[in-house]
Every structure is written in C-alpha cells, then in structure tokens.
C-alpha cells in the first residue's frame, strides 16, 4: 500500500445480502464497486508554498527530515505508513457469534478517514471460548472473512493501513460487556445468557477474582496444541480478508499473558513453572513462530506484551520484559507494542501521563533493532512528539482518546505545525486560522 491511489480507482466491497436458505446472512456476500474517494491517505504531511508557511505551518526540507517524527513516514516490510500513530485495539462488544456488525463497519471506518498512519481491530477471538464476551469479535472460522472482508476494503479504499489483534481471553472470557450493569448482573455469564463457563482456560484452574470471575479449567497439552493451532488458521484468515497486520495480544492478563507471568503460571509441565522463565515463555514463543511461518513475508507482526504486573517484588519485570523482547525479536516479529498490568487485582497502579513509556523506553534500549510502540495517556501531539524524539518509541498507540475525539490525529498535526492531508470531504472545516482561503 502506498497511500496514494488514484481517485479514480474502484474498489470491490462486499455488502450484507440475506441468504435464502436460511444460513447465516454473514455468510452471503455480493460484490459492490464504489469510487475510491481519497487519492492520498489522510494523516499524511503535505507540501507547503511559501505563502501557505505564513499561516504556521513548517516548510519541510527536501526529505522531509525537519518536519516532527510523528508525521514522518515509516517502513515494516512492504508496508509504509505515513506516519507514526496507531489506533490501538478498541473492544466495541458489538459482534453476534464473532461476526463483525455494521457498529463495527462505521466505528473502523470512520477512524480509516481520520488520519492514524494504522488502525488495529479490536481483540478478536480465534476460538468460541476465546472471547472476553459473547459479543466479542472471532475469526474461527472462514465464514467471518466476509464481514472483515468488507471493513479492510473500505479502508483501503481511504489509502489506510488496518490490522487485527489476534487473541485469547484465557481466564477472563464468558463475561458480561461493560455496558450491563454489574451491579444487577453477574461478571460471569452463564450458558443460558450466551457463555460457556463449564469451558473456560487457564494455565492453572485459578480464578482472575473468585466467586466474582469464572473459574477456569488447567488446559491440558491437547488444548494448548488446539490454541496454536487456533491462532495459526486465525492469522491465515486475517491474510485472506486482506489485513496489513497481525497483533498477537499477551498483555492485560488474558491467556498468553496468564501463561508468561510467574504469579498465575505454577504449572508443573514444560509450559509453566513459577520459577522457569522458559516454560513460561513456551507458548507464546512457539505461538509466535508458527504464526509468523504463516503469516505472509511481506507482512508485519506485532506483539502486544505487558511488561510489568504492578506488584512490587513480584511478576513480570524489566528483566523478564527484555529478555522476551530479545527471544520475539529473533523469532521475526516487526514491533513489540508495551502495555502494562491486568493480570491481578493485586496490581497497584499510579496512573499518569506517559506513565507507561518508560516500559517501552528499556525495550528500546537493551534491543535496539526492535520497533516499539508506547501507549498509555498520552494526551497530545506534543506528548508524543518528546517519546519520539528521545528515541523511548517508535510508534505511538492511542486508544480512548480516539473514541472522544476522532480527530486526534489531525490535531496533532495542527498543535506541531505539520500540514497534513484531511478527508476531502472535511477539507473546509479545516480550522480557520490553518486556511489561506475563505470558506
């Protein structure tokens, strides 16, 4: 993807057709053309006249190379994004069966045509039982390549790179979405209410939070081949819906985290033990690798890790975050995006502004040839800018902000000076101090 299609170009969409016979209408597509409205991605840094450099934008140099980090362009195999932020995973709870809705078809593709070099799918099931909710999206099987499908051609018909976070909720699956109210309504969802508590995985038969969480089964070796497994034609139906990333997620205390982290993995076989960072390690790693021999070459592969679980003296540390890093980088991923916490409610956070990118930051420096993404309030272009420009990340991932405000791209452009390319469509609500003519 270059980012600078010609207006011109039609792009084939797949829209929702009821299948006569009764099957699932997700699963009947049609083929649609429509005129591919944007001929350069939005977010992207334009060239400035002189005349236009008057109303406080920067007149880039010959490469570029003056212009802010977060507006210059960067390259993960054949993908080049034009700039450094990404939209993180977002859980919408709006899918039936794994399916993605037309929440989902508006939610990304109204984020496609709001400036962020990369949008990331929110964390998609690639088993029933590996969602957080019974509304979470699943791509265990090759009926839900249509209904991705249909999002990843429109947004490429905008010039944007979109990716998807593979995972499995382990231990905090077969719960109600946050939108139902726990104060009416239990955390863990019984069969009769669309859960399946009698099949949720742990490494250990030990609750998130007993009597309040489901208490999960110990997976034998049988199902932990089965996730490998599950991730593998996952990440195979990712490519065929046409996707320009996989995140495989292992933070946030969901399974492939469960599994990394000395406070939840006791197991006794070569995939666990408290004190063997190997077997901790086993699955992820081996998860990994499969996936990436799958996964096309061309492609890039993302990690999501928690690099710490915020109980002091115990659980993940710096030392076991770069160890992993080193293993992952050498293993072919292309960046490691750093989150933090969600494995315990014994985790004590303190949080503030940027309170995370430190995290990134020591990846950066022990494995320097590995890209990291720093997220974790960072409120503004500025903020990022400096994470940027310390060398303390690669990318940026936002995640809420976006949802409050869909332009937080575009005005980070604005705050730095760097005159960007808005949906043509928006092009006169351009903010008026930024025209150099009248609307």
């Given at each position: 993807m270059t980012g600078t299609q010609d207006i011109t170009q039609k792009v084939t969409s797949l829209v929702v057709s009821e299948d006569p016979k009764g099957a699932n209408p997700r699963?009947?597509?049609?083929p649609q053309e429509f005129v591919q409205p944007q001929p350069i991605q939005v977010g992207t840094a334009l060239p400035v006249s002189e005349e236009l450099a008057t109303y406080g934008y920067i007149l880039p140099d010959k490469n570029g190379d003056n212009l802010p980090k977060l507006f210059r362009p960067v390259k993960f195999r054949d993908l080049t994004l034009p700039n450094r932020i990404i939209v993180a995973p977002l859980c919408q709870y709006s899918a039936e069966d794994g399916y993605p809705t037309d929440w989902h078809f508006v939610h990304l593709g109204s984020l496609a045509t709001r400036g962020a070099g990369l949008v990331i799918v929110e964390a998609t099931g690639v088993l029933p039982n590996?969602?957080?909710?019974?509304?979470?999206?699943?791509?265990?099987?090759?009926?839900?390549i249509p209904s991705f499908e249909r999002i990843v051609k429109y947004a490429h018909s905008q010039g944007t790179a979109i990716g998807i976070q593979l995972a499995h909720a382990g231990r905090k699956a077969s719960c109600n979405t946050p939108f139902t109210s726990r104060e009416t309504a239990d955390i863990a969802v019984s069969a009769e209410n669309g859960g399946w508590l009698d099949n949720v995985w742990g490494p250990t038969n030990e609750s998130f939070k007993p009597d309040v969480y489901p208490t999960p089964q110990a997976m034998s070796l049988d199902q932990i081949q089965q996730v490998k497994d599950a991730f593998v034609a996952a990440a195979r139906r990712a490519d065929q819906a046409g996707f320009d990333v996989v995140e495989i997620h292992a933070a946030h205390g969901y399974l492939l985290h469960s599994f990394l982290s000395p406070l939840t993995n006791t197991r006794t076989d070569r995939y666990g033990g408290a004190d063997n960072f190997d077997n901790r390690a086993r699955l992820l790693l081996e998860t990994v690798e499969a996936v990436r021999n799958v996964w096309p070459q061309g492609k890039p592969l993302f990690v999501r890790i928690s690099a710490t679980d915020w109980v002091e003296g115990e659980g993940i540390d710096g030392e076991h975050t770069v160890e992993l890093a080193r293993r992952l980088h050498a293993l072919g991923i292309d960046l490691l995006d750093v989150s933090t916490g969600g494995l315990t409610p014994r985790q004590k956070i303190t949080a503030k502004p940027l309170y995370q990118v430190p995290y990134s930051a020591q990846v950066k420096r022990a494995v320097p040839d590995l890209a990291t993404s720093a997220v974790g309030i960072i409120r503004d272009g500025k903020d990022a800018?400096?994470?940027?420009?310390?060398?303390?990340?690669?990318?940026i991932a936002i995640g809420r902000p976006f949802l409050s405000n869909t332009s937080w791209a575009l005005e980070a452009a604005a705050q730095l000076g760097v005159y960007v390319k808005w949906p043509q469509q928006y092009e006169r609500a351009r903010p008026k101090l930024r025209l150099i003519a009248p609307l």
């Open positions: 699963s009947a597509a049609t590996g969602r957080i909710t019974p509304h979470c999206l699943g791509l265990w099987k090759d009926d839900h800018e400096e994470v940027l420009q310390k060398g303390e990340a690669d990318l």
